[in-house]
């Protein structure tokens, strides 16, 4: 089954306290994204990798950082210098054709308690 | 900077009812263009895009879009709209820097039955 999992669904995490969230896809994408989801805001590009062992800040990045090791990983580091965390993170691919689309992971909801 | 407008954010709606949800864009180049659809506990899914070619784009469960360059707007339709709906719908725009989508705020459609 290809597709796009991110683990945990739902994630706690204290303030002050760094965390990592997960993208894995198995679709052979070389193009990977992250992107934060907040109520009327719509989705806000964080972090992008267009290849491995390379990515790109996006719109939001500060309190962020990503690795890009594997072509099918791109996990998502949430810093303590993340002034407001709590929110629901989406990563997505997209394969190599200029007119393919992103497809999206299932989420994961992040609460700083 | 390029940005996504979406002129509704909330928009409820009687079964059998015609749907259009405003979509306008700002960037002056070639645009890649893109309806994304998130159901209730679902990951966002693809309706339908516009690379080149025909302005009028046919998508899934008879959705459609119709990108007009003059008004750089790229309006989603459905003539007859079912309960099953009932979803968040996000426009979205190829961005100039690299491959990564450009959202905007997102448009949550109620049917009622």
């Known amino acids: 089954d290809g597709g796009i999992t991110q683990s945990p669904k739902y994630l706690f995490r204290k303030e002050g306290q760094n965390v990592t969230l997960s993208c894995e896809q198995n679709?052979?994408?070389?193009?990977m994204y992250w992107y934060r989801q907040d109520p009327g805001q719509g989705l806000r590009l964080i972090y992008y990798?267009?290849?491995?062992?390379?990515?790109q800040k996006g719109d939001i990045a500060e309190g962020y950082s990503v690795s890009r090791e594997k072509k099918e990983s791109f996990p998502l580091t949430v810093t303590s210098a993340q002034k407001n965390p709590t929110a629901f993170y989406l990563c997505?691919?997209?394969?190599?054709?200029?007119?393919?689309?992103?497809?999206f992971g299932p989420g994961t909801r992040l609460t700083v308690l | 900077a390029q940005s996504v407008s979406q002129h509704n954010h909330h928009v409820i709606l009687s079964e059998a009812a015609s749907l259009e949800l405003g979509c306008n864009y700002s960037?002056?180049?070639?645009?890649?263009l893109f309806w994304y659809v998130q159901y209730p506990g679902q990951h966002l899914q693809l309706l339908l895009k516009?690379?080149?070619?025909?302005?009028l784009v046919k998508g899934i469960k008879g959705f459609e879009a119709e990108f007009i360059k003059s008004k750089f707007s790229f309006n989603l339709r459905k003539p007859s709209v079912q309960w099953s709906d009932t979803a968040e719908y996000f426009c979205?725009?190829?961005?100039?820097?690299?491959?990564?989508?450009?959202f905007g705020k997102g448009t949550t459609l109620s049917v009622s039955s």
């Open positions: 997505a691919s997209r394969g190599a054709r200029s007119d393919n689309e992103q497809f």
């Open positions: 679709l052979n994408h070389d193009a």
């Open positions: 990798s267009q290849i491995v062992n390379d990515f």
């Open positions: 960037y002056g180049g070639t645009v890649n």
């Open positions: 516009y690379f080149s070619g025909d302005p």
């Open positions: 979205a725009v190829k961005g100039q820097a690299g491959t990564a989508l450009i």
